[in-house]
């Protein structure tokens, strides 16, 4: 079936330093894949997604590596600061096109001053 | 604009007993899903709709959850009867455009059952 594995599950780093979070995915038919943060008792965002067609998206501190042969995206986080402490979700879309997501386990990071 | 909104957020019931989540997604939203997040867990996609139609209800258990989207806005959720193991954050998300890959979902904060 459908599935996507997240690792770690827990990460503790330091302020300043870089976060490293990895997911692999099943499905060869996914094109579409989202990070979502949510902090404790709150809502998932959408932090940022990467399509099949490009192997690396950037956006300020976050980036967003995909390897399509391999079936691994990654979530880079640099120069992590306090407020960066949340779980983080990815996903990828399952199988007939019709958006929905699949979602790895989470990871939970903290970020310590 | 306004986000998806749930009610209630938390909701505490005993097991055999009924209860029923409301979701109102962003407004011209075409897509809504519900998906339910047990603790520790990445949240799980229960129903799909496209306006008031259902695009995937493969993970809902039929005997017990059921989903209505009558009028293609608004939606709710129904579980009955409750067991524990549907204590869980029920999460509503929409997305603007028809069902399809790529459409980034926009999240609710959530409904938390308890069940006892």
């Known amino acids: 079936g459908e599935n996507v594995e997240q690792h770690p599950s827990t990460l503790s780093v330091q302020e300043g330093d870089s976060a490293v979070i990895k997911c692999t995915y099943s499905d060869s038919a996914s094109n579409y894949f989202p990070w979502y943060k949510q902090e404790l008792g709150k809502r998932p965002q959408l932090i940022i997604d990467?399509?099949?067609?490009?192997g690396e998206k950037k956006d300020q501190r976050i980036a967003v590596t995909l390897n399509k042969t391999a079936k691994h995206f990654s979530l880079h986080i640099t120069e992590t600061q306090p407020e960066d402490s949340a779980v983080y979700f990815c996903?990828?879309?399952?199988?007939?096109?019709?958006?929905?997501?699949?979602f790895g386990q989470g990871t939970t990071l903290q970020v310590k001053p | 604009e306004a986000g998806v909104a749930q009610s209630p957020r938390y909701k505490i019931i005993e097991k055999r007993q009924s209860v029923a989540f409301w979701c109102n997604p962003i407004?011209?939203?075409?897509?809504l899903y519900w998906y339910q997040q047990i603790l520790g867990q990445g949240p799980k996609l229960l129903i799909q709709?496209?306006?008031?139609?259902?695009?995937?209800d493969s993970q809902l258990p039929k005997d017990r959850f059921s989903a209505e989207r009558l009028k293609g806005v608004d939606s709710t959720l129904k579980i009955q009867p409750a067991k524990l193991e549907d204590s869980a954050v029920y999460l509503c998300a929409s997305s603007p455009g028809l069902a399809g890959a790529g459409e980034t979902q926009y999240f609710g904060p959530g409904t938390r059952l308890l069940v006892l």
């Open positions: 407004s011209g939203h075409a897509t």
């Open positions: 709709f496209q306006n008031n139609g259902v695009v995937d």
């Open positions: 996903a990828a879309d399952g199988s007939g096109n019709t958006g929905k997501l699949i």
């Open positions: 990467i399509r099949s067609n490009v």
